[in-house]
C-alpha cells in the first residue's frame, strides 16, 4: 500500500515536472532511471497510460470525423439527386456541418423543396 501511495505521489510529481518546467520527457526518464528501477517503472507505466489515453481520444475523433464525413456525403448524394448539382460554397456548408446538424438534415432532406430550405441561404 505505501509503495503504491509512493509510486502515485511520483508519478504526480513528474507530471506536474513536465508541465511546469521546460525539462522533457526525456530528461524525467533520466532522472527517473538514476532513481532506480521501481522509479523508471513509475514513469514508464505513466507514459503508457497517457499513450494509450492519447490513442483512445485520436481513435474517437477519427471515428466521429468518419461518421460526419458519410453523413455529409450521404447528404450531398441526396441532394444532388433530388436537386441536381450543388455549388461549391453549398458543399462547403454541407461538409462542415457538425454531426448532429447532418443527422438533422438527413431526417429532413426528402421533406424539403430546396436546397436552401434545408441548409440555408
Not at 533520466?30 to 514508464?44: I, N
Not at 450521404?74 to 461549391?88: I, N
Not at 458543399?91 to 426528402?110: D, K, M, P, T, Y
Amino acid at each position: 500500500m505505501v509503495e503504491e501511495l509512493g509510486a502515485a505521489a511520483y508519478l504526480a510529481l513528474v507530471r506536474y515536472i513536465l508541465e511546469v518546467t521546460e525539462h522533457d520527457e526525456l530528461e524525467v526518464l533520466e532522472f527517473s532511471r538514476a532513481l532506480g528501477p521501481v522509479a523508471e517503472q513509475v514513469v514508464m507505466t505513466g507514459a503508457e497510460k497517457l499513450i494509450e489515453k492519447g490513442r483512445a481520444k485520436g481513435l474517437e475523433q477519427g471515428l466521429e470525423q468518419g461518421r460526419a464525413t458519410g453523413q455529409a456525403e450521404a447528404v450531398v448524394t441526396l441532394l444532388e439527386k433530388r436537386f441536381g448539382g450543388l455549388s461549391e460554397r453549398q458543399r462547403v456548408v454541407i461538409h462542415g456541418a457538425s454531426l448532429e446538424q447532418l443527422g438533422g438534415w438527413l431526417e429532413r432532406v426528402l421533406e424539403v423543396g430546396s436546397v436552401e430550405e434545408l441548409i440555408g441561404g
